[in-house]
Every structure is written in C-alpha cells, then in structure tokens.
C-alpha cells in the first residue's frame, strides 16, 4: 500500500521514546507507519486547526506524539512530529498543544530562513 505521507520526528519526540521502554517505542513507530497508509482516527487524529495527533494505547498505557502537517513541497507531503507524552486524562493538556504550536511556528520560521539563503 502507498504511503499518504512521510513523517519527521523533531528532538522533543527522539528524547520522549528514548525514555520508554524499547517495546513501547517500537509500538508507537509501527502504529506511526500503519497510519501513513491506512486513514484510522484512532492512529492519526486532527485535535485543532494546526495541531493533530499519534495516538498509541499498549499495555495499558496512552502514549501521543503531536504533529503537524507540512504541505509546502507538492511532491512530497510531511508530517513534522513535535513532542510526545503518556497521556493521563482524557483531555490533551493544554501545555502540550501550545509546546507543540510553538515548535511549529519555529520549523516555518527556521525553513523559511533556510530557503532564502
């Protein structure tokens, strides 16, 4: 099957699957690339505007790498994974959205700055 897109993980997620378990990191990645070919909410959901969401439940525990898209290259679509957590409640936290608004809006400044040299 074709994949819909490609990912790129952004330090804050390396740093966040360093510290799980190897089992739980290899979870989290297979379900990453069963959503790039298979279109299943409950992998890959949109949470806001800018803002969607892996989504990995193992062994009990709910593990989310945030994400956003980047459409800006028309041959090859990417999804920039921004920061990860082990989800607690129900809700994303709030300060989780806004790390991962805030990365976003550094990734576009920073492609920008690099383009134009």
């Known amino acids: ?38 279109n299943d909410p409950e992998l890959f959901k949109k949470l806001n505007n800018e803002i969607w969401e892996f989504r990995t439940l193992y062994q009990g525990n709910h593990y989310q790498l945030l994400a956003f898209w980047d459409k800006t290259n028309a041959q090859n679509t990417l999804v920039i994974s921004t920061n990860g957590f082990t989800k607690k409640q129900s809700k994303v936290p709030e300060k989780e959205i806004t790390k991962a608004q805030k990365l976003r809006l550094e990734y576009f400044k920073d492609k920008d700055s690099i383009l134009k040299i």
């Open 1 to 38: 099957m074709d994949k819909k897109f490609d990912v790129i993980f952004l330090k804050e997620v390396f740093d966040f699957l360093k510290e799980l378990k190897p089992k739980h990191s290899e979870k989290i990645i297979y379900n990453i690339r069963r959503s790039q070919t298979k």
